[in-house]
């Protein structure tokens, strides 16, 4: 555990929301526990398997108004000033968070304020921004890493992507030892798929190359047609609302992996005493990898069969629409018209964490990875 202290605030905070979830039927929570602002909609790459902009992705046809929004600096720095007492953790997400304009002001007002601070990044940029990074103290920076640097590079379709991440973990290492600071925590995370299943063996490598702290292999948020479909028409009739985002995360050539190399690879990872912290997420026993990347209606028979992450963590996207999860496209207010805690216990959020507990999760909901962190 690389943070105690934090790691005990968290385990608080998530109680809380546990407890609302569970004693509380008028679908209010506790404050919460993480806040992520999508900070852009734009990425200076078109990552394969993205479900952003890759093969299939939701937002290659958005119009370039919908491309260019973002919220202003004082709307963000409004929202921190909301919470003074209780502190949620902040990620900054995209697109690609670090072209976002106000980027650098923005890490300062968050961390001066005493926020935890986690940047989820391609790390294209990582070297340009470093000493900000490392002199405000952003507690976690999640690197994007597919693999070795020639399969990474052909799966962003940028050569020199691996090459430029190396670049800035160089640079914020060599930051840290300059000034004498433990953070940020480089923490790798690598989304397993079709493309790179077949190299995850090498990733322990790749994380002691890119100065890793801890690396993390992440399985894949995907959908089928057909099951996606079933539940548009269910969301519609019910919150009046399409999980368009959804649409990204169609990937058929996820029945091509061999999930017995993969739980085989796994597996001989885990087993091995790594020099940083190793997790996987979610950490499937072999006959539940099997199911959960085979089965169209896969529901899980290790994890809770629920979802309460809209209990703990909420999302501000870049028009200032507050959600409730990051892709059911159910809109639960807009910080340009509310403040964010009013949008967070409002109406429309009560209405769906009710309907949510009710059915315990939604037809996509077991195939996507934030149902089994809480």
Known sequence: MLEP??????????????????????????????ITFFLTYKCNLRCKMCGQWGDAGSNKDFNPEKVNAAIDIDSYIRILEE??????????????????????????????????LGIITNGTLLKNHARTIVEQGVDVVSLSVDGPGELHDTIRNLEGAFNRIKEGSAAVKA????????KPVINIVCTISDLNYRTLNKLPEVAVELNADTLNL??????????????????????????KDWAGFVRPAVKSIDTEKLADDLGNIKAKKQPFLLTVYPDFSRKELTRYYTEKDFVSEEYPRRC????????????????PCHS???VA?????????????GGRMRDFR?????????????KCTEMYRY
């Open 308 to 323: 309460i992450s809209p209990w703990v963590v909420a999302y501000i996207y870049p028009n200032g629409d507050v959600l």
């Open 354 to 366: 009710r309907k949510l507990k009710a059915a315990k999760h939604f037809k996509v909901c077991p």
């Open 83 to 116: 919470f003074k007492r209780e502190k949620p953790h902040i990620t900054l997400f995209g697109g690609e968070p670090l072209l976002y304009k106000d980027i650098e002001r923005l890490i300062v007002a968050i961390k001066s304020r005493g926020f935890h």
């Open 328 to 330: 059911l496209g159910l």
């Open 5 to 34: 202290g934090y790691a005990f605030k968290v385990f608080f905070k998530r109680a809380a929301a546990f407890l609302s979830y569970k004693f509380r039927n008028d679908g209010k929570s506790s404050s919460p526990e993480s």
């Open 175 to 182: 930051l840290k030892k300059e000034l004498k600071a433990e």
């Open 218 to 243: 992440h399985h894949l948020i995907f959908a089928e047609d057909d099951v996606l479909a079933e539940h548009n028409k269910f969301f519609l009739d019910t919150f009046g609302a399409e999980s």
């Open 333 to 345: 207010g807009n910080i340009h018209q509310e403040p964010f805690l009013a949008a967070w216990n």
